[in-house]
C-alpha cells in the first residue's frame, strides 16, 4: 500500500465466545417463478441496544454494527462467536464494519470525535490477521470521506468519496482502491451526480450501488448496475427510493426499496432481483420483509444466497427495536 494508507496494528482483538440470539421463523420467497423458501434468523450481539447486519462471505462469517452504552462498534460473526471491531485509537467515534471478503479481511468506515464534522468519516481494512489501515481517497478537496462497502477476492476494494467542505457535499463519487495502492473514481454520467459503489461481484466486473437525482424535496434516489453494457438504473417498480447493496456471482442483487402504502405512508422493504443475462426490462423482484417488521433493509448476499440485512421491529413496551438477520436457504 502507498504511503496515503496509513497503518496501524490490532492484533490482540478480544475474541468473547456469545450465544446467537435466535429467533427463527420461515418465509417464502418468488423469483422467476420459482419458490424460494429461506430461514430468518434474528441476530443480536448481547448487551446491544441495536444490531445491524451489512455482509456476508461464502463461509457464512457476517460483519455488521452495533450499539451499547459504550458507543457504536463493529462487529464479527464467526462460527457461532462474536468478535468486536473498534478502530484501534482513542479519538475513533464510531466503527461499521460494511463487508468481509472470502479471506476474512474486512472493510468499513469508521469516524473521529474530533474534529466533530461531517468531514470526519473514513474507509478501513482490518485484514484476517487483525491489522487495521486507513484507506481514503488521495487526491482532491475530499474533506468528506465516504468510506469502503465492498472487498473482493483479490483484495480490490470499493466505496464513496465526497467533494466539498466539512459542512456541504457538492459531489458525491464511487471509487475503487486496489491492492497496490493506486486508486480509480467512477466517471458517471452528468445526469446522474452523487453515484456511489455498494457492492460488486467477486471478479469485479459487474457493480451495484446507488445514485441520486434532483434537488431539494424533489431529490431521488435510484439503485444502478455498472457492467460492461454500462451504467443501467436498477428501480423496484413502484419504489420512490431504491438502492442496490450487494451482487454475488450469479448475478442476485439485493437492496432496498421505499414504497408508498394505500393510506399514503411509505414502507422500506428489502429486494432480490436476478439479473445476470437478463434486459432490464426482464428483471423481477422480489420483496423481502421480516415477519411482523415494520421496516426490512437486505444489505448482504453470498454465493449460496445467503442474505443478512436488518429489521425494525416494535416491542411490547411500544419502543422501536433494531435488530440484524440472516436469511439461508434449508438443506443447502
Not at 478537496?141 to 477476492?153: A, D, E, K, R, V
Not at 457493480?207 to 434537488?215: D, E, K, L, P, S
Not at 454465493?303 to 436488518?310: E, K, N, Y
Request: proline fraction near 5%; hydrophobic fraction near 35%; include cysteine.
Amino acid at each position: 500500500m502507498n504511503n496515503r494508507i496509513k497503518k496501524s496494528y490490532a492484533l490482540a482483538l478480544a475474541m468473547t465466545a456469545l450465544a446467537i440470539a435466535i429467533s427463527p421463523a420461515m418465509v417464502s420467497t418468488a423469483a422467476g417463478g420459482n419458490d424460494r423458501p429461506y430461514v430468518l434468523t434474528t441476530i443480536e450481539v448481547p448487551g446491544a441496544t441495536i444490531t445491524q447486519a451489512y455482509g456476508i462471505n461464502a463461509g457464512g462469517d457476517i460483519v455488521g454494527s452495533y450499539n451499547d452504552a459504550a458507543g457504536s462498534h463493529g462487529f464479527l460473526l464467526s462460527a457461532g462467536e462474536f468478535t468486536s471491531l473498534d478502530y484501534p485509537s482513542d479519538n475513533v467515534l464510531s466503527t461499521v464494519a460494511t463487508a468481509i471478503g472470502p479471506s476474512g479481511d474486512i472493510v468499513g468506515i469508521y469516524s473521529l470525535k474530533s474534529p466533530a464534522s461531517a468531514g470526519n468519516a473514513h474507509g478501513f481494512l482490518r485484514t484476517k490477521e487483525g491489522e487495521w489501515a486507513t484507506v481514503d481517497y488521495p487526491v482532491g478537496n475530499h474533506l468528506m470521506q465516504g468510506g469502503l462497502y465492498s472487498i473482493l477476492t483479490d483484495g480490490t476494494m470499493l466505496g464513496c468519496f465526497h467533494d466539498g467542505t466539512a459542512t456541504t457535499t457538492t459531489a458525491m463519487y464511487g471509487y475503487v482502491a486496489y491492492p497496490d495502492g493506486a486508486t480509480s473514481e467512477f466517471d458517471y454520467p452528468a445526469d446522474k451526480p452523487f453515484a456511489m459503489f455498494y457492492g460488486a461481484t467477486p471478479n469485479g466486473k459487474t457493480i451495484v450501488g446507488a445514485y441520486r437525482t434532483g434537488t431539494g424535496p424533489a431529490i431521488h434516489w435510484h439503485g444502478y448496475l455498472l457492467d460492461n453494457r454500462g451504467m443501467t438504473t436498477l428501480d423496484v417498480p413502484g419504489s420512490v427510493l431504491t438502492q442496490a447493496y450487494s451482487i454475488n456471482p450469479a448475478g442476485e442483487t439485493v437492496g432496498t426499496y421505499t414504497a408508498l402504502n394505500p393510506d399514503g405512508t411509505t414502507g422500506m422493504h428489502g429486494f432480490l432481483v436476478e439479473t445476470r443475462g437478463l434486459a432490464a426490462g426482464n428483471w423481477q423482484f422480489t420483496t423481502v420483509d421480516f415477519p411482523g417488521a415494520i421496516m426490512t433493509h437486505v444489505r448482504g448476499i453470498n454465493a449460496g444466497s445467503d442474505l443478512v440485512g436488518d429489521y425494525i421491529i416494535v416491542g411490547g413496551d411500544g419502543k422501536a427495536q433494531v435488530k440484524g438477520f440472516v436469511a439461508s436457504r434449508p438443506g443447502r
